[in-house]
Nanobody, 124 residues
């Protein structure tokens, strides 16, 4: 089971970007999915999370600007980022917790799986 993130890049202040993250493997279900970010010299922080029923939570710094969503059929999570600010510049990581998957015979559970980061740079 792996997560792969897409969609980072360079954007001007006030612009928008959409990040995508897809989980691969013979996945049966995923509990919580989310996006974290880590700016240079700072600790990784939660940006937004979404549970299996669509319940969401956001960091105060992104409320009203970012929207997290998921497509359970595609085992994917998305982050729509609007009104971007220079302080949003960071490497963004997707995360999935409690992934139930099968090898065709037995079921397994993976916890706290991370995707590779994707760099978002907000600059004029």
């Amino acid at each position: 089971v792996q997560l792969q993130a897409f969609g980072g890049g360079l954007v001007q202040p006030g612009g928008s970007l959409r990040l995508s993250c897809a989980a691969s493997g013979n996945i049966l279900s995923i509990n919580t999915m989310g996006w974290y970010r880590q700016a240079p010299g700072k600790q990784r922080e939660l940006v937004a999370g979404i549970d299996s029923e669509g319940g969401t939570n956001y960091a105060d710094s992104v409320k009203g600007r970012f929207t997290i969503s998921r497509d359970n059929a595609k085992n994917s999570v998305y982050l729509q980022m609007n009104s971007l600010k220079p302080e949003d510049t960071a490497v963004y990581y997707c995360n999935a917790d409690r992934i139930r998957y099968s090898d065709g015979y037995l079921g397994y559970t993976k916890y706290n799986v991370w995707g590779q980061g994707t760099l978002v740079t907000v600059s004029s």
